[in-house]
């Protein structure tokens, strides 16, 4: 069984909404959060969300995308309002194993240890 199963992505103009979810079925987890790779670029950290729902976004995202998290349905999401085409990438949801136990919340992927398969968001003018 994947761990964790991203879905949502889909093509939207510029200006639009989606919203993304990651259902991590009947797994625990700690930190969470979702990371992108856009084309040509490198990996990076758009939003993550602790157990006790602190978040951190990326400054490219902040006003615009939410994270939040269904704790009963175990799913994570992601609004994204106005998108823009530079949000156009492949995005991943990732979570944090138990054992690292509580720590800050950051987008360093090293502390990652599951990752979703990715889910494309394609933002056309």
């Known amino acids: 069984q994947v761990p964790l199963v991203e879905s949502g992505g889909g093509s939207v103009q510029a200006g639009g909404s989606l919203r993304l979810s990651c259902a991590a079925g009947?797994?625990?987890?700690?930190?969470m959060g979702w990371f992108r790779r856009a084309p040509g670029k490198e990996r990076e950290g758009v939003a993550a969300i602790d157990n006790f729902d602190r978040t951190i976004s990326a400054d490219s995202v902040k006003g615009r995308f939410t994270i939040s998290k269904d704790t009963a349905k175990n799913i994570l999401y992601l609004q994204m309002d106005s998108l823009k085409t530079e949000d156009t990438g492949m995005y991943y949801c990732a979570a944090q194993a138990l054992w690292r136990g509580r720590n800050i919340v950051s987008f360093n992927v090293h502390e990652y240890d599951y990752w979703g398969q990715g889910t494309q968001v394609t933002v056309s003018s």
């Open positions: 009947r797994y625990t987890y700690n930190n």
